[in-house]
């Protein structure tokens, strides 16, 4: 029987730690194709996993190096490109953590390289030593690295406490209070501090900055399901292992990928997606995997 090729084995390893580090699904597929015409050329790897890992990292990191700029420029708010995800994906929260829309915001916020330890830390548990191989540095310049970027993310992580069970009753809740106008009935389901974040890549529109509070957002939400959302077709999924509405018009056309954090019965997070760009491929399943090396 013919062995399976590793870089198959490992594809969803390898597509999660790149699109972690570029928060792009089009830019995480990219980098695989490039590591994987990389490894279709290597000879004598003794460990193809480790192999595959540290190119993958490093081409992720240089890749994020030349498109920083495009999204420096980019018209309004920039959100990562939605992933459709296993419900399962949900329930690990570790997972869910990592590749929600508040961290991989968060993670924006770091330089590559300090996104690249961040993620292959924290995330995928690789120790110093490992990622200093990876990405050709000194284990203490690693260390260094580590710790910045983890005190950076713990000054603005969010809170995170996702309870799948409860999520399709708040969203239900949410979208008939938000259809029928009771701005009292949506405040209920909204946490105070609330966060709401549009993104139309200058296409289509949407608010050009994030909208804060319950009260706003309700207003916002009201007047966006009044004047807008007339006839939409609405489904539930999971998206970047959390929540989310998928809404279309009659052509069938997607128009806008809305990912909900809710936290104690409560909506505290908003994100909605309408770029066309980056709903081309929010169709395609993915597989993603942060399961540790096993000991050598």
Known sequence: MTEPDPFTTFR????TIAYQILGSATDAEDVLQDSYLRWRDATDVTHPRAYLV????RRSINHLRTIRRRREDYVGTWLPEPIR???EAGHDVVLAESVSMAMLLVLESLGPTER???VLAEVF???HAEIA?????SEVAVRQIAHRARTHVAARRRRFRHDSDTSRAVISRFLSAAATGDIS????VLAPDVIQISDGGGQVSAARRPIHGAEPVARFLIGLAQNAMAGASVEFGSVNAMPAVLAGFGDGDLDTVLVVEIADDRITGLYAIRNPDKLRFVDVARTLDI????PA
Do not use: C, H, N, R
Request: aromatic share 10%.
């Open 12 to 15: 969803p390893l390898l597509f």
């Open 54 to 57: 540290q190119i993958v990292t």
């Open 85 to 87: 995800t296993t419900p």
């Open 116 to 118: 690249a330890v961040f």
């Open 125 to 127: 548990g690789y120790s």
């Open 133 to 137: 191989t990876m990405i050709d540095k």
């Open 185 to 188: 009935a949506l405040m209920a």
């Open 291 to 294: 399961t540790a090396d096993p």
